[in-house]
């Protein structure tokens, strides 16, 4: 695998390309918190089901990010009181290292089908 790395690459008519910092999420992962267990991932190397409260999935990134002032985005949907249930969904930093998402029905939380976070910021 190579690896390339530039401040600039100049445009065929000579003039330069600025880059930018990529906007995409730097973590993501879709989580089965009945089963326990992880569908798909990018920069997490676990998932924890904390005992409390319920429905609590702490997620840890591989390489850490630069603060905890970034975004977390979430959602979350399974089959949970009636067919094809949607739930509220919670996301939050707790550090550099960890962020947290949780499905919730009314003022509860729940282990659910399918429960996604991300987080978008800076990596260290």
């Given at each position: 695998?190579?690896?390339?790395?530039a401040?600039s690459?100049?445009?065929?008519?000579?003039?330069?390309?600025?880059?930018?910092?990529q906007?995409?999420?730097?973590t993501?992962?879709?989580?089965?918190s009945?089963?326990?267990?992880?569908?798909?991932?990018?920069?997490?190397?676990?998932?924890?089901?904390?005992?409390?409260p319920?429905?609590?999935?702490?997620?840890?990134?591989?390489?850490?990010?630069?603060?905890?002032?970034?975004?977390?985005?979430?959602?979350?949907?399974?089959?949970?009181?009636t067919?094809?249930s949607?739930?509220?969904?919670?996301?939050?930093?707790?550090?550099?290292?960890?962020?947290?998402?949780?499905?919730?029905?009314?003022?509860t939380?729940?282990?659910?089908?399918?429960?996604?976070?991300?987080?978008?910021?800076?990596?260290?």
């Amino acid at each position: 695998m190579s690896t390339l790395r530039a401040n600039s690459i100049e445009h065929t008519d000579g003039g330069p390309i600025t880059l930018t910092k990529q906007s995409a999420a730097k973590t993501w992962c879709s989580v089965n918190s009945t089963a326990g267990t992880i569908r798909g991932s990018f920069n997490v190397s676990s998932m924890t089901d904390e005992p409390s409260p319920t429905g609590v999935i702490r997620l840890t990134t591989t390489a850490a990010f630069d603060s905890t002032d970034n975004m977390s985005v979430s959602s979350s949907a399974g089959n949970g009181f009636t067919t094809n249930s949607y739930y509220l969904s919670s996301g939050w930093i707790n550090n550099t290292s960890n962020y947290y998402v949780r499905g919730i029905w009314g003022t509860t939380g729940y282990d659910i089908l399918y429960v996604f976070g991300q987080i978008h910021g800076d990596l260290a």
